[in-house]
């Protein structure tokens, strides 16, 4: 078997779409009870949402929006409280909130997508961290670690 080289950029992209709508297709009838592209659920794009974290612990993750760190997560309970913070390494709570997870179309479980309305992003060595807290399963996501950026007046 011999490879082709294209030197049209167009023909690069036909053939990546070709390839791309192959495994497409392929994904669609290795699905459970499905005959062809066409007999796949109207919400077959959203089966990831679908799939249960029960193996995977919560987790959060940052970044920086607009000038403020932002916290997202998955694998909470889906409908349920989940106690989202950002700490100092010394102790110093910087910033609380319960908020609850919601449904996302491509993420498992329960999603959050919070603002902490502290400054981001910031230089230096992380020194703290932002945790989630599920209330109804009882269990923490690792800690992820941030810098809190010191407001000067």
Excluded at 17 to 38: E, K, M, Q, W
Excluded at 76 to 86: C, D, I, K
């Amino acid at each position: 078997m011999s490879i082709l080289v294209h030197s049209n950029p167009r023909s690069r992209r036909c053939a990546t779409a070709a390839v791309t709508a192959a495994v497409a297709a392929a994904v669609n009838l290795a699905a459970p009870g499905a005959t062809s592209a066409h007999a796949t659920p109207a919400r077959a794009h959203h089966a990831v949402s679908l799939v249960n974290c029960a193996p995977t612990p919560p987790w959060v993750s940052t970044y920086a929006f607009n000038g403020d760190l932002k916290i997202q997560g998955g694998c909470f309970t889906l409908g349920r409280h989940v106690y989202v913070m950002v700490k100092h390494n010394n102790g110093t709570v910087y910033f609380k909130k319960w908020v609850v997870a919601r449904e996302h179309p491509f993420l498992a479980g329960g999603w959050i997508n919070v603002n902490t309305n502290l400054h981001a992003p910031c230089g230096g060595a992380s020194n703290g961290y932002v945790r989630g807290y599920d209330e109804s399963t009882d269990k923490w996501s690792a800690r992820v670690p941030v810098t809190i950026c010191s407001l000067l007046d």
